[in-house]
T-cell receptor, first 114, second 111 residues
Framework: DTAVSQTPKYLVTQMGNDKSIKCEQN?????MYWYKQDSKKFLKIMFS???????INETVPNRFSPKSPDKAHLNLHINSLELGDSAVYFC?????????????FGSGTRLTVV | KQEVTQIPAALSVPEGENLVLNCSFT??????LQWFRQDPGKGLTSLLL???SQREQTSGRLNASLDKSSGRSTLYIAASQPGDSATYLC??????????WGAGTKLIIKP
């Protein structure tokens, strides 16, 4: 009964490959997010989806593409992986636009590009 | 532009002590502030959520306060335990509904 679940938990892959990370939430939230946590532990917003519409894209390379088949899922697809993509990626969800709601995070996916 | 700062960056205290972690933000126009905990190699766990209209929230040994006018929040941990060792992050939801993060405080509780 995990609220926000991400798979896989760990991902090791070679440069140039294409990979996907999946995220699902069962909280009934209408907005989902992808964050990247770099080696210095800073969390940076990458995308958010609200009712299947992309509402934030913070200068992320177009090799990264979020895909949301429905309100409960937001998957992250990465093309032509580069060494600099190595990081921990977190999925989160909330009731977007509702000021009194907080965020719930998944446990993260540690991506290592070799 | 909203900026969130956490002081100290790291803190090491003996078990049993009460301690305070600080979070400051530059723009008081926030909807809420959330404290998270991150254990090494693991995800983010929400600890407390304080709405902009609230002054404090409590959960067990944790108490978070918010002074929006001065741009400050504190997380008070009573009777600290080794299991409290983790990185504590604060984040504010700004007027654009975006989550702005501090860099975190790494807490070590020594047995």
């Amino acid at each position: 009964d995990t609220a926000v679940s991400q798979t896989p938990k760990y991902l090791v892959t070679q440069m140039g490959n294409d990979k996907s990370i999946k995220c699902e939430q069962n909280l009934g939230h209408d907005t989902m997010y992808w964050y990247k946590q770099d080696s210095k532990k800073f969390l940076k917003i990458m995308f958010s989806y609200n009712n299947k519409e992309l509402i934030i894209n913070e200068t992320v390379p177009n090799r990264f593409s979020p895909k949301s088949p429905d309100k409960a899922h937001l998957n992250l697809h990465i093309n032509s992986l580069e060494l600099g993509d190595s990081a921990v990626y977190f999925c989160a969800s909330s009731h977007g636009g509702r000021e009194y709601h907080g965020y719930t995070f998944g446990s993260g996916t540690r991506l290592t590009v070799v | 532009k909203q900026e969130v700062t956490q002081i100290p960056a790291a803190l090491s205290v003996p078990e049993g002590e009460n301690l305070v972690l600080n979070c400051s933000f530059t723009d008081s126009a926030i909807y809420n502030l959330q404290w998270f905990r991150q254990d090494p190699g693991k995800g983010l766990t929400s600890l407390l959520l304080i709405q902009s209209s609230q002054r404090e929230q409590t959960s067990g040994r944790l108490n978070a306060s918010l002074d929006k006018s001065s741009g400050r929040s504190t997380l008070y941990i009573a009777a600290s335990q080794p299991g409290d060792s983790a990185t504590y992050l604060c984040a504010v939801k700004d007027s654009n509904y975006q989550l702005i993060w501090g860099a975190g405080t790494k807490l070590i509780i020594k047995p």
